[in-house]
């Protein structure tokens, strides 16, 4: 069998279909490259697609996957710390999308077409710390879509978006976050309640947006900012 392998790279190849189960006589896939399957022509994970292996790092970027749910990455490696799934074609994320994740520490969802994600979608996450959303199509952030965040998450990034309301709560709890990209985007105004539990931000990034009214106690909370 091939149980000895550590790493393994399909990468560039025109596959557009893999067959649930082709990679369960693999082991434990140790390199820090991980799993790669990036640069080919993804449409669709199913259940059990990716059955067998254990995975710490999955590298889907650059397919065509259009969406993922909670069926999308069931009988996955329950120890993936990091999922790149940039330069796709998603255009949601559904609720509980990534609950077979729970080590999951980094997941890049940047340069897609989200216009929407679940209030749930990063449920289960207790240990993600970095959060890459650059360069989608979200509209708004809303209340509940980081709850379950709330102690692990340090990074996150919603840059470069349509980005135009960000609702009272939509950050709240974020007790542990320490960077907030919020450039390029088109919002108008910020008020004291948009940051009032990111006690320990230190790099807070507005550039770019549209901003014509600002609360004079908007980042009064923000102690740690440099």
């Avoid at 994740?101 to 997941?107: D, I, K, Q, S």
Wanted: overall charge negative; some cysteine; proline content about 2%.
């Amino acid at each position: 069998g091939l149980h000895q392998l550590v790493y393994i790279n399909l990468n560039a190849n025109p596959i557009y279909y893999i067959d649930p189960g082709s990679f369960h006589e693999l082991g434990m896939l140790e390199s820090s490259d991980g799993f790669s399957l990036s640069f080919m022509k993804l449409a669709r994970l199913g259940p059990d697609l990716l059955y067998g292996p254990v995975i710490y790092r999955l590298q889907l970027e650059n397919n065509q996957l259009t969406g993922v749910d909670n069926a999308s990455f069931l009988g996955v490696s329950d120890r993936v710390e990091h999922l790149d799934l940039g330069h796709n074609w998603i255009s949601q994320v559904g609720s509980c999308s990534f609950v077979h994740m729970p080590e999951l520490l980094v997941l890049n969802l940047q340069h897609n077409f989200i216009a929407q994600l679940a209030s749930d979608a990063f449920n289960e996450l207790s240990k993600l710390a970095e959060l890459y959303l650059t360069r989608n199509l979200l509209r708004e952030l809303r209340v509940f879509t980081f709850a379950h965040l709330n102690k692990s998450l340090e990074d996150l990034y919603v840059d470069e978006n349509e980005i135009r309301k960000v609702e009272v709560g939509a950050l709240s709890g974020l007790n542990a976050l320490v960077k907030l990209e919020l450039a390029k985007n088109r919002i108008e105004e910020l008020r004291m309640h948009h940051f009032a539990d990111l006690h320990q931000l230190r790099e807070l990034c507005l550039g770019g947006n549209r901003i014509l009214a600002l609360d004079g106690n908007a980042f009064q909370a923000l102690a740690q900012l440099e």
